[in-house]
């Protein structure tokens, strides 16, 4: 009988002095990009003498919570109460998240586990549509929510997202990944599509949807509806939050309240998702 074919495998030859140079390189990458964040929290508990300091500091050194007074009394002074705002801003994010990830996951499967006639085209359609920023789009979207009588209204911010090519495009790009073998032993023990597409399809692309959940939840949050909505009573939370900001130089503290303010819902989804999100982007082929 003949030998066994071994296959061995060599650690990379690094030296310490390297493994060292190499996490220095990361962690200066790392505090460089984390720079904006940290100016931002900074200058949310600056008092007002050292917002305008040049040039300006990544330190506090008189720390305040004036600003999210101030904030917390403009908020409580508006005629339309400051809960109303919240609501309109979290109906519109939940709304329009889940029903993203349900229309993006339900066109993706028969894009990327079926065959048909238009599925070359329609997947060449996808990749040519992500090349459009939401900009190009505002003026015939207007159009289509006016002719649907959806102004002034929260479809008119939660339709557009359930839309959002980037979510296709991700659902269609981790369901190719889904086993064919898998799925025909579903129908043969009988399962329908949409049995499948919810309990076999569903679970195994979590990381894809936790990734839609975030990428969905952060673009809803940060809509004003300006274009969209007109009545005060369904105005989101951001357009309350630019309005109080927006009066000039006296109120720089509360504005870096607000920005900090804003920030904080997208951060805490990431952070209790981001490991869904760095699995699905490998995948994805997205760098």
Not at 117 to 134: C, D, H, Q, W, Y
Request: with cysteine.
């Amino acid at each position: 009988m003949g030998k066994r074919a071994t296959i061995s495998w060599k650690k990379p030859n690094r030296s310490v002095g390297g493994n060292i140079v190499i996490f220095a390189i990361l962690i200066i990458l790392g505090v460089f990009t984390a720079l904006p964040l940290i100016y931002t929290i900074v200058n949310a508990f600056k008092p007002f003498d050292e917002i305008f300091i040049f040039p300006p500091r990544l330190y506090v050194r008189r720390p305040t919570l004036d600003n999210f007074v101030l904030l917390f009394q403009l908020a409580t002074n508006m005629w339309v109460p400051f809960s109303r705002y919240v609501f309109n801003s979290l109906f519109i994010c939940v709304v329009g998240t889940i029903g993203h990830i349900l229309i993006a996951s339900l066109a993706a499967y028969p894009l990327a586990k079926h065959q048909f006639a238009a599925k070359r085209i329609i997947n060449e359609i996808i990749v040519l549509a992500l090349l459009f920023t939401p900009q190009v789009t505002y003026i015939p979207l207007y159009i289509i929510m006016s002719n649907l009588k959806l102004i002034d209204t929260y479809g008119a911010l939660i339709f557009p997202a359930w839309q959002m090519t980037l979510g296709l495009f991700l659902m269609r790009q981790f369901m190719t990944q889904i086993p064919d073998a898998l799925l025909e032993a579903a129908k043969i023990d009988g399962a329908h599509e949409l049995g499948i597409w919810w309990r076999i399809v569903m679970p195994n692309v979590k990381p894809a949807w936790l990734t839609l959940m975030i990428l969905s939840f952060q673009q809803l949050w940060n809509q004003t509806g300006g274009s969209f909505i007109f009545s005060e009573s369904l105005k989101p939370l951001p357009t309350l939050m630019s309005q109080i900001a927006a009066a000039g130089i006296a109120r720089a503290g509360v504005g870096a309240a607000v920005a900090l303010v804003l920030m904080i819902p997208p951060i805490i989804l990431f952070i209790i998702s981001q490991s869904s999100v760095m699995e699905t982007m490998v995948n994805a082929g997205i760098k």
